[in-house]
């Protein structure tokens, strides 16, 4: 069987309407060979290009662009979480403004339509507990910087925290850095007892 018939297979097979990556494709041939078989898919309409490398199928209704991202990061091994500067937003339940994500791979940026998705190499430090409402404080916090990270303006940030997700904030306090910690201690109780553990929820 050819590259192109087991591409086609491969496309029909897939469940759903989820855009997918050319990059999973590279299994049936050399980068150049797939992007002239893709190209020969779009002009049929079997295909639509959403996004540099990320296609669907052309009886597909358009993806968000959190599928696309999902998408364009799972293809290259990384992972992404909300950067800093949007963490504080989300926390305040305000929209986001731009397309800006902590990554832990290479800073780079791509165009889904007509926005810029912008992805910002970050720490695994910094990302250690993701897009939990935790993890958003610590790195809308580390956003913020020493000289930003004002007690009012942290207090802010954790109020509308849940009682688990503040133990989780707690038992991070060690990947923190001295200032941040100083900063939460002025206002929330930051050791880490053996309770938190305890009643922290299974699974």
Known sequence: MSAPSYIRRHINNLVGDKPFSIRDFLIYGDRNTIDQIFHRLIVEGRIVRVARGVYIKGTSPQPSIAEIIEVKVKAFGRTVAAHGS?????????????????????????????????????????????????????????????????????ALLVENLGRYD??????????????????????????????????????
């Not at 993890?135 to 913020?144: E, N, P, S, T, Y």
């Not at 991070?172 to 007892?193: G, I, K, N, T, Y």
């Open 86 to 154: 949007q963490a504080a937003r989300r926390l305040r339940r305000q929209g986001q403004d731009k397309l800006v994500f902590a990554t832990d791979g290479a800073t780079s940026s791509f165009r889904v339509g007509n926005r810029v998705v912008h992805l910002v190499r970050t720490s695994v430090r910094k990302m250690r507990l993701g897009d939990d409402p935790s993890g958003l404080v610590i790195r809308a916090l580390w956003h913020l910087g020493k000289r930003g990270c004002e007690p009012v303006t942290a």
């Open 166 to 203: 503040k133990i989780k904030l707690r038992l991070a306090a060690a990947s923190m850095p001295q200032w941040m910690r100083q900063c939460l201690a002025s206002f929330a109780r930051m050791d880490c007892l053996r309770r938190d553990w305890q009643t922290l929820p299974v699974g």
